[in-house]
């Protein structure tokens, strides 16, 4: 077994329809989701679910007293600039991890609505390695 790829990640939110239009404002769509009897939106990217956004009441940490996660990270495309402004015009201020790891992507974070963590990994602003010097 090996892992391929992220599939999806579920918040169990205090306000499904705050965190649906904070997600769709991120790019995300709202999409397909079979009944599983409790209330729910899937989120999609392309063809896949990636999020998968639940009543807290009925499912997740407050109701089942299931573990919490730490963080997801969604890789973006666009400038520090660019997406700055894009989560400004959403009342978001994010910290920027400064200065960046060498030899990998800058990355922002901020909070949802329902207080989850969220990393954008910025794929267009990568951080040079630094050269090692000679022996």
């Known amino acids: 077994m090996r892992i391929v790829g992220l599939n999806h990640f579920n918040i169990?939110?205090?306000?499904?329809?705050?965190?649906?239009?904070?997600?769709?404002?991120?790019?995300?769509?709202?999409?397909?989701?079979?009944?599983?009897g409790n209330t729910g939106i899937w989120?999609?990217?392309?063809?896949d679910p990636i999020l998968h956004l639940n009543d807290a009441n009925e499912v997740g940490p407050i109701a089942e007293q299931t573990g919490v996660f730490h963080h997801v990270g969604l890789s973006v495309k666009g400038s520090i600039e660019?997406?700055?402004?894009h989560l400004r015009a959403?009342?978001?201020?994010?910290?920027?991890?400064?200065?960046?790891?060498p030899g990998w992507y800058r990355a922002?974070?901020?909070?949802?609505p329902s207080g989850e963590e969220i990393e954008l990994v910025l794929v267009d602003c990568y951080v040079p390695a630094l050269a090692q010097?000679?022996?």
Do not use: C, H, I
């Not at 989120?43 to 063809?47: E, I, L, P, V």
């Not at 660019?82 to 402004?85: A, D, G, I, N, R």
């Open 12 to 36: 169990a939110t205090t306000n499904l329809e705050l965190s649906t239009r904070f997600y769709e404002a991120l790019g995300l769509v709202r999409g397909p989701r079979p009944d599983f």
């Open 43 to 47: 989120m999609y990217y392309g063809a």
């Open 82 to 85: 660019e997406v700055t402004e």
């Open 90 to 101: 959403l009342g978001v201020e994010a910290r920027l991890w400064e200065p960046g790891v």
């Open 108 to 112: 922002m974070y901020f909070k949802g």
């Open 133 to 135: 010097a000679a022996a």
